[in-house]
């Protein structure tokens, strides 16, 4: 909303403009709630939307710009935000099988290769309080042959893991196990997979 007669919108990520495709369109909840910046003669079409493709920006932290402009670049108004472009990940579960009974220990097995080359492994069992970081890596040829995305060989030199969860405490049932891969840039989950296990404790 501007009380300059349709001002531009102009997007930027780490002060760089993008060359992204504005549409904008009519918002009369927007023009009914907001008083003062114009009316609708000078904001015919106060809405805006757009999608950025961002494959090639490096993963980590950036900042995403949108500015109000008059026609000659004047900035009417300038509103930043932070966001974090997150390494290109995949995750594999090789050892436990859907539905299987399990009882007393959780043998653990796959494989991940992330960007993020200090990614680490957590494994939770839901509801309860059994959460293990604690997974050995080791290197697998076979996967760094058939996988030549999220980073390759130069930051996956160990993408295997393998690890045990002692579950004799947990009640029979049925449980979500969550395998998550732990960024080691800000501790957010880069992916996660989820299995459903049987616990039957002899």
Known sequence: MS???NADVKIYIDDIEQ????????????????????DKTTNTLPGYVSSLDITKLKTGNHILKIEAQTRDGKVLKSQSTKFIKK???TLWLDSIVNNR??????????????????????VSIQNTNITETNFSRFERNDVLQAITSCGGRNTNKKPGYS???DISSIPDGIYNLSIQVISSIDNSVLLEKISTIKVRNL
Do not use: P
Not at 19 to 38: E, P, Q, S, T, W
């Open 19 to 38: 060359k992204a495709i504005i549409r904008r369109h009519k918002r009369d909840d927007v023009l009914n709630a907001i008083k003062g910046y114009g």
């Open 87 to 89: 390494y290109d990940t």
């Open 163 to 165: 690890g045990t969860v």
């Open 3 to 5: 009380d300059y007669t």
């Open 101 to 122: 009974e399990q009882d007393n220990t959780l043998n653990i097995s796959g494989w991940v290769m992330s960007e993020d080359k200090n990614a680490t492994i957590k």
